[in-house]
């Protein structure tokens, strides 16, 4: 089965930045494909986590954070379906983070923040590795982003739902 690796903090406000698509060139004899600017990559050809991070940590020119999954743990979220209660609308964004293992206790849910006053994030769901939200578009969204590794207890690494959908389309390609 395939591999899928997370990126974490990179290409974000001009940090740690680099070209995904030349290391998805560079890991080429894995079959890699490239999922957007996030470092979230799709590995098609069998090869351990452990490899996979070494060759990732090789060729990076920073060290980083990687979130490795198994394609199956992703295609399993299509059945959870998430975000059916989620609120829903323009300016409202749905998201995954991705966490480097279960949680031994999952949180109180949901958690929103702020705690008082219009909400701008939500964290609706924890499934095994994966926590669910939503935010709305504001420009204190960010901070809040950054406190989820405190509130989940461990380093995240966040994407868009549209991402995963990406990763769950390339993980269903024929011929993987």
């Not at 020119?61 to 199956?72: H, N, S, T």
Request: aromatic share 8%; proline share 6%; with cysteine.
């Amino acid at each position: 089965m395939a591999l899928v690796a997370f990126l974490r903090g990179i290409n974000v406000g001009g940090h740690r930045t680099f070209r995904p698509s030349l290391l998805a060139r560079q890991l080429a004899r894995y079959q890699v494909t490239n999922i957007g600017t996030t470092g979230t990559f799709v590995i098609h050809r069998a090869i351990t986590k452990t490899k996979l991070r070494a060759e990732l940590a090789h060729r990076l020119p920073f060290d980083a954070q990687v979130m490795i999954c198994e394609g199956r743990e992703l295609l399993a979220l299509e059945a959870v379906n998430p975000f059916r209660r989620a609120p829903k609308g323009t300016g409202v964004t749905h998201f995954v983070s991705i966490l480097p293992r279960r949680p031994r206790r999952a949180p109180s849910l949901p958690i929103r923040l702020p705690e008082k006053g219009a909400w701008l994030l939500k964290i609706l769901a924890v499934e095994g590795r994966f926590a669910f939200g939503v935010y709305r578009r504001h420009m204190k969204v960010i901070g809040y982003l950054g406190m989820l590794d405190k509130l989940l207890g461990m380093p995240v690494t966040t994407r868009n739902w549209n991402t995963m959908r990406f990763v769950m389309e390339e993980l269903h390609k024929p011929g993987y």
